[in-house]
Nanobody, 127 residues
Framework: QVNLVESGGGSVQAGGSLRLSCAAS????????MGWFRQAPGKEREGVAA????????YYADSVKGRFTISQDKTKNTLYLQMNSLKPEDTAMYYC????????????????????WGQGTQVTVSS
């Protein structure tokens, strides 16, 4: 089992930055894929960014390319999402997810492919 706990969310004005953290514990050695997802009220959950540990390959949604960066600190078993130049449309609940996935499934960043999820952290961007 893999346990995930997100933190770092909050309220920020448009153009500002936030860094989300996802602390992982449990059998993390068997988790080869991790990602960030978000869900706004009344909308479907969508993939934001993902990383495949096998080769360090990453995926970013077109809407966040150039603004968000996914990274990890292996010594702390922590995944990060650095969010810069935030926009009001980035407002959502952000979730960390993980699973033992292959390259294609991982970097497709489909919510249904991930079995382990954190509780979420709220990000609100005002104009």
């Amino acid at each position: 089992q893999v346990n995930l706990v997100e933190s770092g969310g909050g309220s920020v004005q448009a153009g500002g930055s936030l860094r989300l953290s996802c602390a992982a514990s449990g059998y993390t050695y068997s988790t080869y894929c991790m990602g960030w997802f978000r869900q706004a009220p009344g909308k479907e959950r969508e993939g934001v960014a993902a990383v495949y540990f096998g080769g360090g390959s990453t995926y970013y949604a077109d809407s966040v390319k150039g603004r968000f960066t996914i990274s990890q600190d292996k010594t702390k078993n922590t995944l990060y999402l650095q969010m810069n130049s935030l926009k009001p449309e980035d407002t959502a609940m952000y979730y960390c997810a993980a699973d033992l996935l292959g390259y294609d499934d991982c970097l497709s960043a489909s919510p249904g492919s991930f079995g382990y999820w954190g509780q979420g952290t709220q990000v609100t961007v005002s104009s």
